[in-house]
């Protein structure tokens, strides 16, 4: 039947959501402990421009988990809380990233 289908894949979007917001975070990490710190030295960036990247990519990654938290609670999942609590870990984590960067950025 083809409304199995679209049920089916209305039900898969809010994990998909949520996959995208954890691979923003994840992104966010490499980029904050990998990239800035040891790549980008090597190949001559300037530290300024790590902590700018940091803030954006840290909003969207922040945005991204709160638009998976919405989607999670509005297709009423069974994994809601869960899913809802993880986000917020994460969003708690990219919240004091943020106010690191900003900090090297200003100072």
């Known amino acids: ?43 001559g960036v300037t530290s ?12 969207i990654a922040i945005v991204a988990n709160v638009f998976s938290i919405r989607r999670f609670h509005r297709a009423d999942h069974k994994y809601k809380w869960p899913v809802s609590a993880l986000n917020a870990g994460v969003i708690v984590l990219l919240v004091v990233l943020i106010v690191f960067d900003a900090n090297d950025l200003f100072s």
Request: with cysteine; glycine share 10%.
């Open 48 to 59: 300024g421009i790590g902590s700018t990247i940091g803030l954006i990519v840290g909003t």
């Open 1 to 43: 039947m083809v409304a199995t289908d679209v049920d089916t894949d209305a039900a898969d979007q809010p994990e998909r959501l949520f996959s995208q917001s954890i691979l923003i975070s994840g992104i966010r990490c490499l980029l904050t402990y990998l990239l800035f710190p040891f790549i980008f030295p090597i190949i």
